[in-house]
């Protein structure tokens, strides 16, 4: 399973895992690991210290859980994502419309 | 005979097998043609295309395994008529074979007839699913080719310049989601943009439309490339769902200002080569991908950079730098710098670049779109002077005009009036452009009266409204600083913390058709302070020899332009008039 997610009732908070390739394939993946989580004022953290690669389809479907996450009114944060992978959060920007940290 | 009935071909040398098998089959429905040997089973393969065979393995002549082999061989790829090997050889080596021959299915007799139905219908199923899939197929790959066309033959084949831009576009599927585009502005400034959609294929194509057709024709009505982009994100954002987007990179390269205005919205960093083949500039992603958020982040600037003649500026996407060798390596940055440098040297980037590329990709299969745009700095200006008229009295003489007095009516006048804010969201130009196209047509000529106004449209704002110091434009730094303070003053204007009277500019316009012709009187007033008139003509007359400064050039070019360019009142107001032959 290249995404995990994890569920914390006390720290509310949603952490998503992408391992290795984060690319289209996990499409579905992706999207089932928060479309039932509509817990209001919940952080939703993409975990990103374990992917390797992420394509251009991957920003489209981090846009989607972003949509998801203003919908719940919750707060969204990207974490620890690695050099490659922070290079292509700089280039398409997404610094400017979710926390990185 | 029932069209939709299905046809079986029965190859068996026993005939009173192929008696019963056939009997069988017509009680589901089917036709049958007979073959009693492997050879003669082939033939009859060829000659009925049968949806379905039934084959013996022990037959003289040619046997099953080898008849099954020559069978699949000429069905294609996609089309699939269920091969079933019925024997009563029953063990695991026949079973091996008759798979590796080719065959879908294995019946072992004896069996009962409801068996064998049942074993028919799960042939069938398959088949009728890969039918369905083959249909579905066969419509994807006409759309793809539909859109390749529409991309190649509709969208850049009109591209503005294509022999003097040079361009690598390698799509990963048919189609790509790639797209480039140049376009002039009627004052010769070049529009370009290279830009990716995200994903591949026809889902990723949708927008190319909308694109095209907007960047095109903002070009061509004389909007400055910040409109022409804050015109497509709004518009890519409403039309594309929420996780397609375009990151784009877009330049205006102006010969006559001697600089290039840049907008890299998540493209890979662009460049500017010196003719050394140096990296002069890298020209950085400042803002997200179109169509993410309803409109520009406020704080958007374009970039100014200087250029010099021979500069090349190139564009590149993702594919380019994230291209993976068997290794599983990117060929990056360095290589592409690398490669690029060399491609300067030879006058041809393009080439390089791919000719490096594939070295270092070999035959791995190719994963993104690849494309690259190389766009020299030179050689774009083509304002005409020949539509000039130099002496008016030569013409009245010739009698080829009427002649236009000094109390004549003008057959149409347009006048505009912008205050405060609206100097800064409004650019005038486009609009005053669309009513002369609308009234008189499209015409050559206008892009010298295009250059005209926007020349002295802009000295009102920024000279007479904004009172800036075109001096600052002297050097490279302060054109960056005058661009500045420019976007300052025009945010204030625009909240209206200017101290003092409202500030407006008033724009009019007096057409009198000639009778192989016309004279158009533009005055343009500005509520600034002025200037004293003599004093910078003078200094522009001595700057003049030698090397142009960097600014006055626009009024220079006005002046050329127009029969009489005429400053009053103490520099707030001018009046150019310009006459043309048809």
Redesign the interface.
Known sequence: MTVTNRFSDEEKKLVISIHERFDFSLHQQFRDSYKDVTTKDLTFVLDLSQTEYMDSSALGMILLLKDHVQACAGQLLISKPSDTVRKILEIAQFQRLIKID | MNKSQKLALVVDDSKMQCKLLAVLLEEENYRVVIANDGASGVQMYIDHQPDLVLMDINMPIMDGFEAARRIKKLSGIGTLAPLIFITSLDNDQTYIDSVEAGGDGILVRPFSPEVFKAKIKAMQRISDLVEQVKGLQQEQQKDAELAEKMMSNVIEARNFALDKIGVIKRAATIFSGDIHLSSQCPNGDIHILLG?F??HGLRSSIGAIPVTETFRAMTKKGFSILEIIAQLNKQLYTLLP????F?ASFACISEHDKSAYIFN????DGYLFNEKANIKNKLL?????LG??PAL?PDVQLEIIQVEHNDRLVFIT?GIVEARNEAGEHFGFKRFEAAAAIGCLDNDIAAQVIKSLDEFCQHCEQE?DISLVDVPCNGWQKIKLSSKVTNLEEVNQGNNFLAVGENALPSWSYHLHLTDQLLKTVNPIPLVMNQINDLEGAGEHWQSLYTILTELFINSLDHGVLQLDSSLKDSAEGFSEYFNERANRLDKLAKNSINGPNKFIRILLNYFPLTHGGKMIINIKDSGQGFDVFEVIKNNKVSNNGDFRLSGRGVELVNQLCDTLEYQEQGTSVTASYIWHD
Do not use: Q
């Open positions: 990716d995200t994903g929420g996780d397609l987007f990151a919205a998540g493209l890979p992603s400042k803002h997200p991908p993410i958020l982040l993702d993104d």
